[in-house]
C-alpha cells in the first residue's frame, strides 16, 4: 500500500453533528460557527485577537497591507524574508509593492538572526518570520532584532497549528500571526486560516477588509433592531477573504484533539529518530531549543536527495520537498546566489510522510530503505 506524505485525518461524526448545526440554522456563511471558533483559538492560543480567513494566504496579505497602510510604508520599502518558504510568503509582500529581501536561514531551516541583522537597511520596515515545519528556531533571537531596530514582526505560523515555545503559544511577541487550516496541516478542515493582529484596532480594520470593505457584515447586521439594520457603508476597497461556518464547524472539533495528535506526530519523529541515530548518511533537520513543536514536517538532508526520492517513489512512498528556494523562480531571481545556506539546504531536504494514520512498522519500513540508500551528507 502506498504510504503519502500527508493524509488528513478528521472525526467524521462529530464534524458532521457540527455542520449539521450550520445547516438546521441555515446559516453556512461568516458568523454563527466563526465567530465561536474564534472565541476558541483566542482561548487556546492566548492571543488578543482572532479573524477567521478562507485561507493563510489571505491572511499573509492582510499583514501586509494592513500594516503598510497604518504605518505608512512605501512601494519599493523591505521586508526581510525567507526564501526557503511556500511561495505565498513572498507573494504576500511583493502583492503589496514591497521588496522581499531574503536572509540566509540556519540549521533549523528558519531565519538566521545573524543574516538578518546584515540585510537590516534604511528601507527595512518588518520581518517575515516562517516557523517551518512547526520549529520556532532562533525565533526570540528574530524578536529582539525587531526590538533593537523597531521593526514590526509578521509570523507566519502556517506549521505551527500546536507548537509551543518555553510552554507557551509563540506569537504575542508579533505584531500579526497567521495560521493555516489547510486540509493537510496539523488542524485540517478543507482549506481556511486565521490572522490574529497585536491590536484591537488592526483587528477591525481587517474584518471590513475580508468583508469587502463593508463596516458591517450580514451576520452583524442579522442581530441589530431597527428598520435600517440593513443598510452599511463601504470604508475599504476590500476582498473575499472572510472564512465561512462549515469550515469553522470542522475547526472546532479538530481543534479539540490539536495537541492529542500533535503530541502523535512527535512520537512518529521520534521513531524516525531512533532509526536515523546511527547513520551517518542522515542528517534530520534539528528543532530550536525550548521548542515543543508541532511536527507538521519531520525534514532529513542527504546528499542524494533526488534519487532517493526516487527510490522511495519507486517504493510507492511519496515524500515531500519544502521548500524549493524561492530564489529559483525568475520573480524572485534577484536575490539568487546571497543565501547560500537555503540554496545548499534546498537541494539536499526531504520531507518523510508523518500524519496520524501512520504507525511504527510504516516509520521502520521508510527508515530502512533511506539507510540502505542515503549517501553521505556533505558538510
Known sequence: ?????????????????????????GWTGLGFKTVEFEEKWRDYTGLNNAHFLNSATAGLHLAV????????????DEIISTPLTFISTNHAITHEKMKAVFADVDEYLCLDPEDVEKKIGPRTRAVMFVGLGGNTGR????????????????????????TRLNGNIPGKEADAVIYSFHAVKNLPTADSGMICFALKELDDICRKYTWLGINKDTYTRTNESGAYKWKYDVDYLGYKYHGNSIMAAIGLVQLKYLDADNQYRRKIANWYDEKFKSSQN??????????DTSRHLYIIEVDNRDELLNILNENEIYPGVHYRDNTEYPMYAYGNGICTNAEF??????????????????????SEIIIRNAKQVSS
Request: glycine share 4%; net charge positive.
Open 345 to 366: 539546504k534546498s537541494n539536499r531536504i526531504l520531507s518523510l510522510p508523518i500524519h496520524l494514520k501512520m504507525a511504527k512498522k510504516e516509520v521502520h519500513m521508510i
Open 65 to 76: 497591507k494592513i500594516l503598510k497602510e497604518t504605518y505608512s510604508w512605501n512601494d519599493d
Open 282 to 291: 542522515i542528517s534530520p533537520v534539528p528543532i530550536g531549543q525550548g521548542c
Open 1 to 25: 500500500m502506498a504510504v503519502q506524505l500527508f493524509i488528513p485525518s478528521y472525526r467524521v461524526e462529530e464534524c458532521l453533528d457540527q455542520i449539521r448545526e450550520c445547516l438546521e440554522a
Open 139 to 162: 525565533y526570540p533571537e528574530i524578536v529582539k532584532l525587531c526590538k533593537k531596530y523597531d521593526l514590526k514582526l509578521i509570523l507566519d505560523a502556517a506549521h505551527m497549528a500546536g
